[in-house]
């Protein structure tokens, strides 16, 4: 590792120290209390919260596969479902501490490299999926604008939202369909370079080409980025009543297109202070008072990363155990 890599590394979890210790100063909280309040959570709400978890992972790893279905070639194996969820679960807790498109990408693409094109179907596959996360958290901020300027409530904000999701897939298909039309135009007037830069301008080409510009792919993952948005949000609230706050389930749907938007911001390991400082202030402009709101951003962030582990660690254990019974039933019928 380079100095320079080094000084950026210790600047980024300093600067994470920073933005927490000014989350904790404004919000002024007590950290004794927040320690007991995480002791104090029950079996029953963490369970509910793992297998909210566990739904979020399901969701996460339909959008790759169906991405990767895409993008695959004929030569190229099918990723197994359960290898396919060990990695997302993985990319996941990874993402607590390493910008979230960087940690799901990287275990992606180490994980893909004995099925065939690790590249293209793990690092292209995953950054565009997500895009459309960022999509609809684009939209969803815009209904949650809308809500704030005209002083509305939860009732205002569902609706704002479903508008705003049915316009996001409306929106889909003219833009697929612009850009495969930019795409065929710039291929051909452009003189692909030899070398190097040439090879990477033809592999971008063919995932351009590939099944991935689909009208249906893209409206399919919006369906699906939706889904996922309000799997978070269920999350979000349940690790509020898990430590005993009371915030309206609305204010927290309206505040968290701006933190998954400030996630976009990998000046910290896994926005850690970013989010929290975002959720907040977000969580203040929709009525929950200051203090709750960053209270809450604290604890939420520990019970998230501990149940992103749990979750990593089961599906790794299940993951190692078939293919300990595959190992076992091979040597069975060899030994036939």
């Known amino acids: 590792m380079t100095h320079r890599r080094s000084f950026l590394l210790v600047a980024s979890f300093a600067l994470s120290v920073v933005l927490i210790a000014v989350l904790i100063k404004v919000g002024n909280i007590n950290l004794r209390v927040t320690l007991q309040q995480l002791q104090s959570v029950r079996w029953v709400s963490f369970t509910k919260l793992i297998l909210l978890n566990t739904l979020l992972v399901l969701i996460s790893t339909g959008k790759w596969r169906s991405t990767d279905a895409a993008l695959r070639r004929s030569s190229d194996s099918v990723q197994p479902r359960t290898r396919s969820f060990a990695l997302t679960s993985a990319g996941l807790a990874l993402g607590t501490f390493l910008p979230v498109q960087l940690a799901m990408s990287t275990a992606r693409t180490l994980g893909t490299y004995v099925h065939g094109s690790p590249i293209k179907r793990g690092t292209a596959g995953t950054l565009f999926e997500q895009s459309f996360d960022v999509l609809m958290a684009v939209f969803l901020a815009v209904a949650s604008g809308f809500t704030w300027a005209w002083k509305g409530g939860g009732m205002m904000w569902t609706l704002s939202a479903v508008i705003m999701t049915g316009f996001a897939l409306l929106a889909v298909g003219p833009s697929v369909r612009l850009i495969r039309w930019l795409t065929a135009t710039c291929a051909a007037r452009t003189t692909v370079p030899k070398g190097r830069i040439g090879t990477l301008v033809r592999d971008f080409s063919d995932v351009l080409h590939s099944g991935l510009l689909n009208a249906g792919l893209a409206r399919r993952l919006v369906v699906l980025s939706a889904a996922r948005f309000v799997v978070i949000v269920l999350m979000s609230n349940q690790t509020a009543e898990a430590i005993g706050l009371h915030i309206p389930l609305w204010h927290m749907a309206a505040a968290i297109p701006f933190a998954v938007i400030a996630s976009l911001i990998a000046l910290t390991p896994g926005g850690l202070g970013i989010n929290e400082l975002t959720s907040a202030a977000a969580l203040s402009f929709f009525g929950t008072p200051l203090a709750v709101g960053a ?42």
């Open 295 to 336: 209270q809450w951003a604290l604890a939420n962030r520990v019970l998230i990363v501990v149940s992103y582990f749990v979750v990593a660690l089961c599906a790794a254990t299940v993951l190692l155990i078939g293919k300990m019974t595959a190992s076992k039933n091979r040597s069975a019928v060899e030994n036939q």
